[in-house]
């Protein structure tokens, strides 16, 4: 299997396609499955729960539109040679952010992510472990998890989100390796980049009781969902209700009639 490298040797070409074959293949000429099933059923709501609460910030981020969101689909980074398969050189994050791209290509739903096609790595990688955490946390060279993420892709945040655990490790790239982050005092990631912290919630998403990996801004205070969003604000109008009900059967009890 090949590897997207770049020469430092200044007398060579340092383009992302140096020394890569003039026609190379895009998402429509790539396998996007492998044929595995999802391991759980709680993968697909943390993936909704992600993308539903980060996703006002990411419009605000990026008022064009142009980053998009990957879940479970393939991110190719390496060409490999018969007669291995083209998805060998892909690694499939449960969930992934990308910054400055556009959502869809030439009108069509993407099908995977091409490096070589879009030079842009994502931001965050997230991996939700069902296992033991093995895979995840795998450094073998053109292999591994953890390698491809810091080696070949080099996203600058890789989290591993263990739910039986309670528990999400973060990883920042820096000088090209991983370094293990600490928690903040609120026990959160910061993901500067983003403006926001990422930790653990305790609570019911979708009919299931789980500590979920959630995301909250840069002052703490929980990223909410749109249903919560909808929920707080009709709390909110009715507590101002309330309010005016009191106001008038105080002003009533003093022979005021209050004005509609």
């Known amino acids: 299997m090949s590897q997207i490298t770049t020469s430092v040797d200044p007398s060579t070409d340092l383009s992302p396609t140096a020394g890569l074959p003039a026609s190379l293949p895009d998402h ?3 396998p996007d499955s492998d044929g595995n099933f999802v391991k759980n059923f709680q993968e697909p709501p943390e993936g ?5 609460c980060i996703t006002p910030i990411l419009q605000q981020r990026h008022p064009d539109g142009q980053y998009c969101i990957g879940r479970d689909c393939g991110i190719y980074w390496g060409l490999t040679e018969p007669p291995e398969p083209p998805e060998k050189g892909a690694e499939a994050p449960d969930w992934f952010y990308v910054p400055d ?5 030439n009108g069509e739903y993407r099908r995977s992510y091409v490096l070589w096609k ?5 931001l965050i990688v997230l991996e939700f472990v069902s296992g033991d955490g093995t895979e995840e946390r795998d450094k073998t060279r053109y292999k591994g998890k953890f390698w491809v993420y810091e080696q070949a892709i ?3 945040f890789y989290g591993i989100y263990e739910v039986k ?3 999400v490790e973060v990883y920042q790239l820096v000088n090209g390796r991983y370094q293990l982050m600490p928690a903040n005092q609120r026990n959160h990631y910061p993901i ?3 403006g926001v912290e990422l930790g653990i919630w305790q609570g019911q998403y979708q009919n299931m009781v789980f500590p979920w990996l959630r995301w909250w801004d840069a002052q703490g205070h929980l990223l909410l969902t749109a249903e919560e969003r909808l929920e707080q604000e009709q709390q909110r109008t009715e507590q101002e209700r309330q309010r005016a009900d009191r106001l008038a059967a105080q002003l009533r009890a003093l022979g005021v009639e209050p004005e509609v």
């Open 28 to 30: 429509t000429q790539l």
């Open 48 to 52: 909704d729960l992600l993308t539903d």
């Open 101 to 105: 791209v556009p959502p869809t290509l």
């Open 118 to 122: 879009e030079f842009v790595a994502p």
């Open 154 to 156: 080099r996203v600058p």
């Open 165 to 167: 655990r309670s528990q």
């Open 192 to 194: 500067e980049p983003l």
